[in-house]
């Protein structure tokens, strides 16, 4: 779109772990604020369960966008 006029597009194991930190954010972030949750007190397995799944939801999502076009 818009922001990638006159630059080529970032990889995909760029492109996707960005993508994938931004959808966390967008997810976690309104929780944390609500005070939901606490990411301040998660162990190192409770944030691999968040982390691995947007990493893979990211890298998937951008391997789809460049397929589709």
């Given at each position: ?11 995909n194991p760029?492109a996707?772990p ?7 954010a ?7 604020a ?11 397995a ?16 951008a391997?789809v ?5």
């Open positions: 779109g818009l922001l990638r006029r006159g630059r080529p597009p970032l990889p760029v996707g960005l993508l994938g930190a931004a959808v966390m967008g997810a976690n972030g309104p929780a944390t609500l005070r939901l949750t606490d990411p301040t007190t998660w162990d190192t409770s944030w691999l369960s968040d982390i691995v799944p947007h990493l893979v939801y990211g890298l998937t999502t391997a966008y460049r397929a589709l076009g």
